[in-house]
Nanobody, 124 residues
Framework: QVQLVESGGGLVQAGGSLRLSCAAS????????MGWFRQAPGKERESVAA????????YYADSVKGRFTISRDNAKNTLYLQMNSLKPEDTAVYYC?????????????????WGQGTQVTVSS
């Protein structure tokens, strides 16, 4: 079993930055793909970014390319999401997720464990 706990969310003005962290426990994440998803009120959960087990391959949604950076520190069992140039439309609950070994993927069904989420609110 894997437990994932997100942190780093908050309220920020448009154009600002936040860094989300996802700490894992219960099992080493060294061999797992990891991803960040978000869900805004009244909308479906969507993929934001994903990273392979080694960190050598990444995926980004078009809406965040060039602004967000996903990274991981397997020694610390931690996943990160650096978010720059934030926009009001980035407002959502952000979730981290872990799945079986493989490349980064945007499909929700490819992830087996999920965190509880952290709120990100971007004011205009």
């Amino acid at each position: 079993q894997v437990q994932l706990v997100e942190s780093g969310g908050g309220l920020v003005q448009a154009g600002g930055s936040l860094r989300l962290s996802c700490a894992a426990s219960g099992r080493t994440l060294r061999s797992y793909r990891m991803g960040w998803f978000r869900q805004a009120p009244g909308k479906e959960r969507e993929s934001v970014a994903a990273i392979s087990w080694s960190g050598g391959s990444t995926y980004y949604a078009d809406s965040v390319k060039g602004r967000f950076t996903i990274s991981r520190d397997n020694a610390k069992n931690t996943l990160y999401l650096q978010m720059n140039s934030l926009k009001p439309e980035d407002t959502a609950v952000y979730y981290c997720a872990a799945g079986a070994i493989g490349g980064p993927t945007a499909r929700i069904r490819d992830y087996d464990w999920w965190g509880q989420g952290t709120q990100v609110t971007v004011s205009s």
